[in-house]
C-alpha cells in the first residue's frame, strides 16, 4: 500500500500569501498519479489538480501542481480567503487507492 | 451537466446491511471506472471500492473487503454498494465519485450510521 504523508498538518497563513502544502509517497507513484483536492465544512470534496500538474477545469490558475516519484505539492500563488479549506493528496496509481490525511489552511 | 445522486443511507444495527445507489447523469456513465469513497465524521477521506465501466473488475479497501460489493447497471446508468456485517467504524458519508485519472465528479453523499 502507498502511504501519502502530508505536511504541515496545518497552515496558518493570511490572505495574499502563498501557501506550499506537501505531499509525500511511501513509495514512487507511477504516471504521477497524483491528484489534490479542496474541501470546505460541510461541502463535498472538489478536484483541483490531477496527474500532479493539470488543473481540473473551472480551477484558478493561482493553483498548481508539481512533483513526481514521490514528492509531490500543492502551491497556491496568492491566497484568497475562499481558499481556507483543508487540502487531500491522493494517489490512483496502485491499489488501494489512498489519500493523505489532509492539510487545514486556516 | 455531470450529475452523481446517492441514495439509501440510513441508520442500521451493527451487523446488518444497506444497499446504496448512485443514479449517474450527463456523462457516457458505461465508458468510466466509478467508485464509492466514504468520510466518518470529522475525519478524512478513505476510498472504498471501484469497479470498471464494463463491470468485469472490482477492488476494495481491506476494511471492507469481504462485507461491501460494488455492482452497476449501465443499462440504469446506476452505481451500487451492497453493505453487509456492518460496523459501527463504518459509519460515514458514502460518496458516489466518478474515477477518471482523478476522482473528478462527486455526488453529494448518503449518510451511513451503524448503531444499536
Known amino acids: 500500500e502507498i502511504v501519502l504523508t502530508q505536511s504541515p498538518g496545518t497552515l496558518s497563513l493570511s490572505p495574499g500569501e502563498r501557501a506550499t502544502l506537501s505531499c509525500r509517497a511511501s513509495?514512487?507513484?507511477?504516471?504521477?498519479?497524483v491528484d489534490w483536492y479542496q474541501q470546505k465544512p460541510g461541502q463535498t470534496p472538489r478536484l483541483l489538480i490531477y496527474?500532479?500538474?493539470n488543473r481540473a477545469t473551472g480551477i484558478p490558475d493561482r493553483f498548481s501542481g508539481s512533483g513526481s516519484g514521490t514528492d509531490f505539492t500543492l502551491t497556491i500563488s496568492r491566497l484568497e480567503p475562499e481558499d481556507f479549506a483543508v487540502y487531500y493528496c491522493?494517489?490512483?496509481?496502485?491499489?488501494?487507492?489512498?489519500f493523505g490525511q489532509g492539510t487545514q489552511v486556516e | 451537466q455531470v450529475q452523481l445522486v446517492e441514495s439509501g443511507g440510513g441508520l442500521v444495527k451493527p451487523g446488518g446491511s444497506l444497499r446504496l445507489s448512485c443514479a449517474a447523469s450527463?456523462?457516457?456513465?458505461?465508458?468510466?471506472?466509478m467508485a464509492w469513497a466514504r468520510q466518518a465524521p470529522g475525519k478524512g477521506l478513505e476510498w472504498v471500492s471501484y469497479?470498471?465501466?464494463?463491470?468485469?473488475?472490482?477492488d476494495y479497501a481491506d476494511s471492507v473487503k469481504g462485507r461491501f460489493t460494488i455492482s452497476r447497471d449501465n443499462a440504469k446508468n446506476s452505481l451500487y454498494l451492497q453493505l453487509n456485517s456492518l460496523r459501527a467504524e463504518d459509519s460515514a458519508v458514502y460518496y458516489c465519485?466518478?474515477?477518471?485519472?482523478?476522482?473528478?465528479?462527486w455526488g453529494q453523499g448518503t449518510l451511513v450510521t451503524v448503531s444499536s
Open positions: 465519485v466518478r474515477a477518471n485519472y482523478a476522482f473528478d465528479y
Open positions: 450527463g456523462f457516457a456513465f458505461s465508458d468510466y471506472f
Open positions: 469497479i470498471t465501466g464494463p463491470g468485469t473488475s472490482t
Open positions: 513509495q514512487s507513484v507511477s504516471n504521477n498519479y
Open positions: 496527474l500532479a500538474s
Open positions: 491522493q494517489q490512483l496509481a496502485n491499489s488501494p487507492w489512498t
